[in-house]
């Protein structure tokens, strides 16, 4: 009685629990705990009321119907009933209608199945009678051809053949050891055309006389007679004997000759048999007759007759043999010529009015009809299926009614639970909300006076401090920011737990953001003396639309881990197309292989990578990375086959991250993704970290519809590579795309003096992205034959002569130190005369991973410029060398040295009158000292309300940072009161920039900040850079409207 009440609770509790997860997958533990209570509970019913859940449903379903309240509508009033008053004459009449409906229902269904069974039945028999037909009509063909050929044999070799190259001994042997071929005919035989005028010379020269088909005596005179001359040994008896003797042979010998077609008898008992069987007839000729010949033409020129006999019960019997189930079924073959008479040529005679098949024979003659009648040999079995089935659906309705009312009473308590389930979930939700509350809060709290700390100690750094101070507040600056890496990283782990992590869309430089990231870490490389390098193919779009700050965090990531686990060698950052990419991999393939397999036993002391160290995947060697460069040459002439379309408006880009690290355990290799946890999670580790970067970077490259994956040896290094899918941004012009960089280099030439190609590859891929023409050289004679123009490039292209401007020298052009002995040999071969008389020599910049002073004086005193590029290489920073080194732009004079880092944006705010407004007084000395450095007027407003008198137009302010909490007025109201008074002032000059400084990170701070008319955002704890940044593109939109 209480297994539907068990139903329909179950069934509610799995839609609770569904309805639970969508809502709020990470939620207060109150509404966990019920979850898993509701799962226990629907897990433990599900097996015992897995066959009675449908029928439960749509009894609910009709109850609720035919008493016209729903289950909810009904739920107070059972509340207040007792269940025996729950009872009444509808539920009886539901009742007895339930049963009525399954019994027509169970009826119709056996019915419906029984039908079905009997055309499946009759589709079988349909099946198997035309599989029979149409191999019975397939091997009578066969040998119908093999007939007409022997009528052709005869035609060719008797009569156009004098004398006739075949007699009764030749064609007797032909026959027999060609029987195999004609399986289906019994004898073949040959009769010859005879006219009465020429009976006499033919009888004497057969030495036999013409005899009767009937009677078997001499034939008496007509007009022509058709005697067999040749016949096989099973029909040797036929010999001498008139085939146009025999009434219905003599209509067949004349049907066929006038036609030129086969043609059947009717079925006869064969001759020395019990079988029934039919002659196939074929005319032969004496000459090659058109395909529209008259009937009169073909009579003219018969020769002869060509006969064969088939024994028509043997060949089906033979075929029924050969198929499997042919006991299933009686066949039956008849000739239909007569349809009121049919002929029965094999089969018993049956007149059963059982189910039956015909099949259509078609034996070549269109005069005679035959077809084949199938039969099932045993009756049709009772359909059980049917029987059974209904006879269920008939249990389980009686079985429904049964339980019915002890299922009206459970409902109205499940319905009770589902109401205080329903008030739990919404306590849930305020639960939920109230946790984002917290974490804003909490996030708010610890950013505001760490914003304080490490501003105050940028602003005590900037002052004059002795060593050990400088260094003691370097510390507490590195350990600040070590703390708001963690608490980022928490946040945006807990972020991607809750799934309410969101990417932006804005149009941004790749390039750009990875010439940044090797900023940030240049300094750590060159300590280490580690070569950082990154190449971008020329194929990737300048400008692509994404989320810059989450593809700047996993580059971030990705590079910090190389630097902080690789102590020698080369950190080698790639970013291709995948098409491109795809391209190169498949023709390179055997070159990756080897590579894999033969790389671990490889002991060569010198790879062909970036720095000469072995790698852990060969994709960026020189064997691959030619390829590349090869291929993109090809994609823009737009001769490659997979050239990217112009009119695609995404891009998916390939970015790996090589090292030549310590690389990773094998037994850790799995657990490289999973949060929290670490290669080496020891008390004595050597390497710091929280170890979930990899975990969110992978979960952020998923969130840009691509992968992540990494190939990493131990003791060799690891590769880190993922995809992404970015969107094409609008095509600007160059100086658009590249605002910071010159075009006074573009035309300048330079050849590059580097024994490593790939190395040489990289350097040349900066410089032709400020537009100068590069010659790359891997040794002394190459260098020596590009100035005369007597070599091909890396690629197979020759060359001429080159005027180089400037000639860059690598360091360790053939091995650590080497490229400081490049000028005096270069100036010893011109005292040899080997470069002729050059009107002037190139001038020559070393290019170095790092220097000290002592080796900036050597390059010197060897011949270099004072300038020496430093890397990592940065478009900006190598600008600034080649310009200062050629006197040229905006460059310093020569002997000038130049930092690589960032260009100083004091230019932009010098003079800028910035309005900074926050409660907080440390954080407005923090920010103001932090624009002021870069010469702008900085004013203080300790309050929203300050903010909007002193922003009301007109005012003098070129921008504003903005807190976003603050007391009686908060940032956001601030700024829709002063975006209201510049519209009541239907001046588009007044808007004034306005950014938000918070320390809220959630992204509905963000919108909301949007939404209420700010421009900008900046989160604390914020450094003097993101100052600048966020407020620099304004400022230069000002600076072109003036």
Avoid at 593 to 598: C, F, G
Avoid at 978 to 1000: C, F, G, Q, Y
Wanted: proline content about 4%; charged content about 25%.
């Amino acid at each position: 009685m209480s297994a539907l009440s068990f139903v329909v609770s179950a069934k509610i509790s799995q839609r609770l629990i569904q309805a639970c997860r969508l809502w709020l997958p990470h939620t207060a533990p109150e509404l966990k705990m019920l979850t898993q209570s509701c799962g226990l509970l629907g897990g433990s019913m599900s097996d015992s009321i897995h066959h009675t859940t449908g029928f439960s449903r749509l009894f609910v379903k009709w109850s609720d119907k035919f008493t016209g309240t729903s289950s909810m509508e009904q739920q107070p009033h059972r509340q207040t009933l007792k269940p025996s008053k729950l009872g009444g004459t509808w539920r009886t009449k539901l009742l007895i209608l339930w049963v009525l409906c399954g019994v027509i229902g169970s009826i119709w269904l056996f019915l419906s199945m029984k039908t079905d069974i009997n055309e499946r039945r009759k589709e079988i028999l349909a099946s198997m009678c035309d599989e029979r037909a149409r191999m019975l009509q397939d091997q009578f063909e066969v040998s119908m051809n093999h007939v007409h050929a022997l009528a052709i044999l005869i035609s060719t070799f008797h009569h156009r053949k004098q004398p006739s190259a075949m007699n009764q001994k030749t064609f007797a042997e032909y026959a027999a050891r060609t029987s195999f071929e004609r399986p289906l005919v019994s004898g073949v035989s040959y009769a010859q055309r005879v006219l009465h005028a020429e009976r006499e010379q033919f009888e004497r020269e057969q030495g036999w006389s013409i005899k009767n088909m009937e009677t078997n005596e001499t034939s008496s005179e007509q007009d022509e007679y058709a005697p067999v001359i040749f016949s096989q040994d099973t029909v040797s008896y036929i010999a001498s004997l008139d085939m146009m003797s025999g009434k219905e042979d003599r209509e067949n010998i004349l049907r066929a000759r006038a036609s030129g077609r086969a043609v059947l008898t009717s079925p006869f008992r064969l001759l020395n048999s019990t079988h029934l069987g039919v002659v196939l007839t074929f005319a032969v000729y004496k000459i090659d007759l058109p395909s529209d010949s008259t009937p009169e033409e073909r009579i003219q020129a018969t020769a002869g007759y060509l006969g064969g006999a088939f024994d028509v019960e043997s060949l089906v019997k033979n075929l029924l043999r050969q198929l499997a189930g042919n006991q299933a079924i009686t066949v039956n073959v008849y000739d239909m010529t007569n349809s009121s008479e049919p002929l029965r040529m094999y089969g018993p005679d049956v007149t059963d009015d059982e189910i039956s098949h015909i099949s259509l024979l078609d034996f070549g003659d269109p005069v005679r009809k035959h077809e084949m009648r199938c039969r099932y040999n045993q009756r049709q079995p009772p359909p059980w299926s049917a029987i059974t089935t209904s006879a269920g659906i008939l249990v389980i309705v009686l079985l429904v009614g049964h339980i019915f009312h002890a299922a009206i009473i459970r409902i109205a308590k499940v319905e009770d639970d589902f109401r205080k389930m329903e008030e739990l979930k919404g306590q849930a939700e305020a639960a939920d909300i109230a946790k984002s509350q917290f974490l804003a809060t909490v996030s708010h709290e610890i950013r505001t006076p760490m914003n304080g700390v490490l501003g105050m100690l940028q602003m005590l750094m900037d002052t004059e401090l002795d060593p050990t101070q400088l260094d003691y507040a370097c510390t507490a600056q590195a350990s600040g920011k070590a703390l708001i890496k963690l608490i980022n990283e928490v946040l945006d782990q807990a972020k991607i737990e809750s799934g309410k992590i969101e990417l932006e869309a804005v149009p941004f430089d790749l390039r750009d953001i990875l010439d940044d990231v090797l900023s940030l870490f240049s300094g750590k490389s060159r300590e280490n003396n580690v070569e950082l390098a990154v190449f971008v193919s020329d194929q990737v779009p300048d400008f692509l639309i994404g989320d810059p700050g989450r593809f700047r965090q996993i580059i971030i990531n990705l590079v910090g881990n190389s630097i902080k686990f690789t102590k020698q060698g080369h950190i080698f950052l790639c970013v291709y197309l995948a098409e491109q990419m795809k391209t190169v991999m498949e023709n390179n393939r055997e070159t990756l292989s080897k590579w894999q397999t033969e790389g671990l036993k490889n002991c060569s002391s010198s790879w062909k990578t970036l720095s000469g160290y072995e790698t852990a995947d060969g994709r960026n060697s020189w064997e691959t990375f030619k390829l590349v460069v090869s291929n993109a040459k090809h994609l823009q002439s737009g001769t490659s086959e997979n050239c990217v379309s112009d009119t695609s408006a995404t891009v998916r880009l390939i970015v790996s991250v090589e090292d030549t690290g310590i690389g990773i355990p094998l037994d850790k290799q799995k657990h490289v993704f999973v949060p929290f946890m670490q290669v080496d999670s020891s008390t004595s580790r050597k390497y710091g970290g929280t170890g979930i970067g990899l975990s969110i970077s992978r979960c952020l490259v998923e969130l840009m519809s691509g992968e992540l994956n990494f190939v990493s040896r131990p003791g060799v290094g690891s590769t880190f590579t993922f995809s992404i899918v970015l969107r094409k941004a609008q095509t600007r012009s160059q100086e658009d795309l590249n605002p910071s960089l010159p075009t006074c280099l573009k035309g300048r030439r330079a050849i590059v003096v580097d024994g490593r190609a790939v190395r040489a590859a990289v350097t040349k891929s900066h410089l032709q992205r400020l537009g100068v023409q590069v010659e790359t050289v891997h040794d002394f004679n190459s260098t020596l034959a590009a100035l005369l123009g007597e070599r091909n490039d890396d690629i197979g292209n020759s060359s001429g002569a080159v005027n180089a401007d400037v000639i860059i020298v690598d360091d360790e052009a053939w091995g650590p130190g080497t490229g400081l002995a490049f000028p005096q040999i270069l100036r010893e071969s011109m005292g040899k005369g080997k470069l002729g008389t050059p009107k002037y020599l190139p001038k020559m910049i070393l290019l170095a991973t790092s220097i000290n002073n002592s080796e900036s004086e050597k390059a010197k005193a060897a011949g270099f410029l004072e300038t020496v590029i430093v890397k990592p290489l940065r478009a900006s920073a190598v600008a600034a060398y080649l310009q200062q080194a050629l006197g040229i732009g905006n460059g310093k004079q020569p002997g000038k040295r130049i930092t690589n880092g960032p260009i100083s944006p004091r230019s932009l705010l010098l003079g800028k009158k910035i309005l900074v407004v926050d409660d907080n007084k440390v954080n407005l000395r923090v920010a103001a000292g932090a624009l002021e450095k870069y010469g702008a007027s900085v004013e203080c407003a300790e309050g929203g309300k300050i903010a909007v008198a002193k922003l009301q137009p007109p005012h003098s302010f070129d921008a504003c940072f903005m807190d976003v909490q603050m007391p009686e007025i908060d940032g956001f109201e601030a700024t829709r009161q002063v975006r209201n008074l510049e519209t009541l002032r239907n001046n588009k000059e007044w808007h004034v920039p306005i950014l938000a400084m918070t320390a809220d990170v959630i992204h509905a701070t963000y919108e909301e900040c949007l939404r209420c008319g700010m421009d900008g955002y900046v989160s604390k704890p914020f450094e003097e850079e993101q100052l600048y940044r966020a407020v620099a593109p304004f400022l230069e939109s000002q600076k072109k409207r003036l």
